[in-house]
């Protein structure tokens, strides 16, 4: 494993990398598109060049691209370049991509027309196609930049190639919902993206033989860090397919490219037991679950159909992500590091720390109470949000918000949440966000509140309460399905239910608890018997 230093960055690593493999699996996808890391490097090469003219003077350049070969590819570039990738988060909804575009000052956006027609997005101003760049790239560009990029060694492409930068500098700026629903731009430098691939590395032991299973996005951290950059730093393969719920497509991914890794959610692997056949995943050694809840029978079904464990693993994108992991024995000679019911033990170089809730005293062992972490790949802060930036750490440790316990083992328990958000298929979903749509469909004398419950399918499902007996369910779905909020943040319509007051306390504050255990009490009621 290379040792950081001060001059480390992402494309600095990955150079050295594809110079070490040169001819090896770098990467594919579901398009039939497949690169060795030498033919990834040129490629990267030239498009970092274009990206160059093309964004001349910008510091931040958006991506609004799917997990593939081309998304990787732009990644790089854009690192190569000495600019910040923006993934954008296509499926958050057009005002919150707004946002984010504002936010960080996007002027170009480096996306593809195919990719647009599929997702249903319309043509924005600044927009560069990939295919464009393709076409205006000559034979003889691509060939000279191949040859370059064999003929020279590792620190001469660096200082030819790449856009001065340090370990310090921003490496990407990634947009996760907050508690009050509007989105956080979590600025990430490379010094902390590369401490926790390398902690990863050293916990879940890999090697240049694995091939990594691409199937989250690049806007979430775990997409980014995981999926793109850790197996092009470690120097392993990855295949990429965009759907993550598109089973039948990953199980031929998974077969073709014979992958031995694995991180996704419990609903995805839920439905990969449900389609894929076990010889698909034959050749896995890591199957890695996050973003919700693992349900026991989803772990029994993965484990009776493949043979292998989900592990559980949790982090937070202000850590970039990954904080702690479970990791099952890779061969019968070495013992395993886990605890069913955990999230695992923080990773190398990463502290945990339960505290009282209240008085913030601790650390408490076996006690629940709020989770801090800490560790060199805490992110840089928020975004233009220098406030929000002091109030998320105490005395050096990120407060994460959640509820938790660690045993004496250090083997940590997630309890409960803080914020009011759901994981629903391991997206973040705000409640106050879609109380305030509901609000606004209703009279101002009516309330509304939001909660959810766990579903065996995504994880949770939000259910929401409304006052107005005028409206029905019906209608206020019909309503809400006009707004601008994402699909996934829709409640069902029999997960909207009228009542004749909303749950308070004596403060005249909702009564959160009372309103959770209504919902509970009233969908173990529709439940078929």
Not at 27 to 55: F, K, Q
Not at 298 to 327: I, Q, R, S, W
Not at 416 to 440: N, T, W, Y
Request: proline share 5%; aromatic share 6%; hydrophobic share 45%.
């Amino acid at each position: 494993m290379a040792h950081a230093s001060t001059q480390d960055t992402l494309a600095r690593r990955f150079v050295r990398t594809a110079k070490r493999r040169w001819s090896s699996f770098c990467m594919a996808d579901s398009t039939g598109r497949e690169l060795t890391y030498g033919r990834a490097l040129a490629a990267s090469l030239l498009l970092s060049r274009a990206i160059g003219r093309y964004a001349r003077g910008q510091r931040t350049i958006g991506l609004l691209l799917p997990a593939s070969v081309g998304g990787a590819l732009a990644n790089v570039a854009v690192s190569m370049a000495g600019k910040v990738p923006v993934n954008l988060n296509f499926t958050a909804g057009r005002d919150a991509m707004a946002s984010a575009i504002a936010r960080c000052e996007i002027a170009t956006i480096l996306t593809s027309r195919t990719f647009l027609a599929k997702a249903g997005l319309q043509p924005m101003e600044g927009m560069v196609f990939l295919e464009d760049v393709l076409r205006d790239t000559p034979a003889i560009a691509k060939a000279l930049a191949l040859l370059a990029m064999f003929a020279l060694p590792a620190g001469l492409i660096e200082r030819m190639f790449l856009a001065d930068a340090d370990a310090d500098s921003l490496a990407t700026i990634i947009f996760s919902s907050g508690s009050t629903g509007v989105p956080k731009g979590v600025m990430l430098a490379h010094r902390s993206i590369l401490a926790n691939i390398d902690a990863a590395s050293q916990a879940i032991r890999l090697t240049d033989a694995d091939v990594m299973l691409g199937v989250l996005p690049f806007f979430h951290a775990f997409g980014f860090t995981g999926t793109l950059w850790l197996p092009l730093i470690i120097g392993f393969g990855v295949a990429y397919h965009p759907n993550p719920i598109d089973a039948k497509t990953i199980g031929e991914m998974a077969e073709r490219h014979r992958a031995t890794l694995l991180i996704s959610t419990p609903t995805f692997c839920g439905a990969y037991a449900r389609t894929c056949r076990a010889e698909q995943f034959a050749s896995l050694r890591y199957a890695i679950v996050g973003a919700e809840k693992l349900r026991a029978s989803t772990a029994a079904a993965f484990k009776e159909k493949f043979g292998h464990d989900l592990v559980e693993g949790y982090g937070c994108t202000e850590m970039a992500p990954v904080v702690a992991v479970n990791v099952p024995a890779p061969d019968a000679t070495r013992a395993a590091d886990l605890h069913r019911g955990s999230v695992g033990r923080p990773l190398p170089n990463v502290s945990a720390k339960v505290v009282d809730i209240v008085t913030g005293e601790g650390p408490l062992v076996c006690v629940e109470g709020l989770l801090l972490v800490k560790g060199s790949n805490a992110m840089v802060g928020y975004l233009g949000e220098p406030e929000r930036t002091r109030d998320a750490f105490r005395d050096g440790w990120y407060v994460t918000g959640d509820i938790a316990a660690i045993d004496e083992h250090g083997f940590i328990r997630i309890t409960d949440r803080l914020s009011r958000l759901s994981k629903i298929a391991g997206e973040m979903v705000p409640h106050m966000r879609i109380e305030e749509q509901l609000q606004a469909l209703l009279p101002d004398s009516c309330g509304c509140v939001v909660t959810s419950v766990e579903d065996s399918e995504r994880g949770e499902r939000l259910v929401a309460f409304y006052t107005d007996p005028s409206v029905t369910p019906s209608d206020l779905w019909k309503r809400l399905g006009r707004t601008t909020l994402p699909k996934l943040w829709i409640p069902k319509r029999e997960d909207l239910r009228f009542v004749d007051a909303i749950p308070t306390l004596g403060t005249g504050k909702i009564d959160l608890r009372a309103v959770r255990d209504l919902a509970a009490a009233l969908s173990e009621e529709s439940e078929p018997a």
